[in-house]
């Protein structure tokens, strides 16, 4: 039996971040089928077929071909045991992707070949930047006409300001795509062969095709070897310290949908990816091969299992083991229990799971009692991990039950889909009406679907626009008679206190008139 130590090492836990469209779901599937853990990939595109993404679950991602909630999979590849996390690429889910990369040690970037870094990614990467994540970069859609690759590495840099190392090197794209120089592994892996053995070509000690092909008589060639020696010469050099650090990025040239240099990249990936880190808490740093159990709540799910009505907890582990039955306390309550149902993940194939160590995310049964940002932990001394992003939301609708005779289920579903995360509920004062606020649009289109969908509940949605949420410091000097159309006085989930002013105007005029009532933002000193 390998030891605790031995067992930590060989996790790899990673969060795949892009721009929706660049090829996220798709990279995933072919790591999945690397990793045995399925047999055909649904690509999203292959609609028709009646396939759908193995990670995108949902009935609208099923509808739309994107994803909208992160999932998580497991699987093993030679001495590894690695957990993906397909993150939501649209923006108006930005922040379910932020707290997921909370749970990471590692971030693959994805980039489409011919858009180069989009908004979305550079948000992301940012991010990671901030936490010191090492970034993997994976420039996709090689067998599509798409930007040379010089202007791609220039454009990292410029853009994202990290220094990068091409691990391979594209001759050629879109249709006159030859494949890849490999520059970590000495060889040339071709794009189209006939025969597998013929796959990868020999280089000799000058780092030219050590064999007789075609290919030699190509102006590509030429042009490849070319912009090899320009990056010998002038390029970063390689350092596994500056991975480590998340100040250099290697990147690998592919195309995930053809599944080419896929394998190459996993290899290569595993091989210099970071096992679980050190994590932070209000008792100094938590060594993940310690022996006390512990871990975080970084995502509440509700019904992954429709037929159930469930709630799963995704939990990552931060030191110890963990062991189906075990007791742990909830550091914010102080309370205890046994944690009997557990989880482990292909996205919606679960199967129960009894043990996981250290950097493994389980699922966990929840019936009300988490939060996203909790932090449980077996035996003593309790404490808690630092806290996870959250965003004030700035799109606000009134929603209420469009049948009254189905207020049951309304209200059942309201609270269960608002402790995901995504909205944020909010009851004006004396008449209860609830108010939803949400980062982006989407958000209030999925909620719509799932209430219709999950909790045969049907809404109607009222529109008011973009507000500016600031909190009450010292409510007992808030007077109801200050709320109006321009700066609505309601209640958050906890009851607190909050102002929604139209715009900076009615804010700043608010604050002149009111001097004496202490205005916040819980959100002003994290990410922004």
């Given amino acids: 039996m390998a030891s605790l130590k031995e067992e930590v090492l060989s996790r790899r836990t990673f969060a795949i971040i892009s721009h929706p469209d660049a090829g996220k779901t798709t990279l995933t599937e072919k790591l999945l089928l690397f990793g045995g853990a399925i047999r055909d990939a649904g690509t999203v595109k292959g609609k028709k077929t009646g396939k759908f993404a193995t990670s995108d679950w949902m009935e609208i991602e099923k509808q739309r071909g994107i994803s909208v909630t992160s999932s998580v999979m497991q699987f093993h590849y030679q001495d590894c045991h690695v957990n993906i996390l397909d993150t939501p690429g649209h923006e108006d889910f930005s922040e379910d992707t932020y707290r997921t990369l909370m749970a990471v040690d590692s971030a693959v970037m994805i980039i489409d070949a011919a858009k180069g870094i989009e908004a979305q990614t550079k948000k992301l990467f940012k991010v990671c930047k901030m936490r010191g994540i090492p970034i993997f970069t994976f420039i996709n859609k090689l067998d599509r006409q798409s930007k040379p690759p010089l202007e791609l590495l220039a454009e990292l840099?410029?853009?994202?300001g990290i220094e990068s190392y091409p691990m391979n090197w594209p001759i050629g794209m879109g249709k006159e795509f030859f494949g890849i120089y490999d520059r970590f592994n000495e060889r040339i892996e071709q794009f189209r062969t006939e025969k597998e053995e013929?796959?990868?070509?020999?280089?000799?000690?000058?780092?030219?095709?050590?064999?007789?092909?075609?290919?030699k008589k190509s102006a590509l060639y030429d042009q490849m070897l070319e912009e090899v020696m320009l990056l010998e010469e002038a390029g970063n050099e390689f350092s596994k310290e500056r991975i480590a650090e998340g100040e250099l990025t290697p990147v690998f040239f592919g195309s995930a949908l053809t599944n080419f240099g896929v394998q190459t990249f996993l290899e290569t990936y595993l091989q210099f990816a970071p096992p679980p880190q050190?994590?932070?808490?209000?008792?100094?740093?938590?060594?993940p091969a310690g022996e006390q159990f512990s871990g975080f709540i970084f995502k509440i799910q509700a019904n992954m299992n429709p037929a159930h009505r469930d709630r799963i907890a995704f939990f990552r582990i931060c030191s110890g083991k963990f062991e189906r039955g075990m007791s742990v306390t909830l550091t914010r309550t102080g309370k205890t229990s046994k944690v009997s149902q557990s989880t482990q993940f292909l996205a919606d194939d679960r199967s129960t799971v009894n043990e996981a160590v250290s950097g493994d995310i389980i699922g966990l049964y929840d019936t009300g009692n988490y939060q996203i940002g909790d932090t449980l932990v077996g035996g003593k001394p309790l404490f808690q991990y630092e806290k996870l992003p959250q965003f004030a939301p700035e799109l606000f609708v009134k929603v209420s039950a469009k049948n009254v005779m189905k207020q049951k289920s309304f209200h059942k579903g309201i609270e269960q889909l608002v402790q995901e995360g995504a909205i944020q509920l909010y009851k004006t004062l004396h008449t209860e009406n609830y108010i939803l606020g949400a980062v982006g649009q989407l958000q209030f289109e999925v909620f719509e679907h799932r209430m219709k969908g999950e909790y045969n509940s049907e809404v109607i949605m009222e529109p008011m626009g973009s507000k500016i949420a600031r909190w009450v410091e010292n409510e007992e000097a808030v007077k109801e008679s200050l709320s109006s159309s321009r700066s609505l006085l309601v209640?958050?989930?906890?009851?607190?206190?909050?102002?929604?002013?139209?715009?900076?105007?009615?804010?700043?005029?608010?604050?002149?008139k009111n001097e004496q009532i202490k205005l916040y933002h819980p959100l002003e000193e994290e990410t922004h």
């Fill in 198 to 215: 013929d796959r990868f070509l020999p280089l000799n000690d000058e780092g030219e095709l050590a064999v007789d092909h075609e290919i």
């Fill in 278 to 287: 050190p994590r932070q808490s209000d008792q100094g740093e938590i060594d």
């Fill in 157 to 160: 840099e410029e853009v994202l």
């Fill in 491 to 512: 209640k958050d989930r906890q009851g607190k206190l909050v102002f929604l002013f139209e715009n900076e105007f009615a804010l700043r005029w608010f604050q002149d």
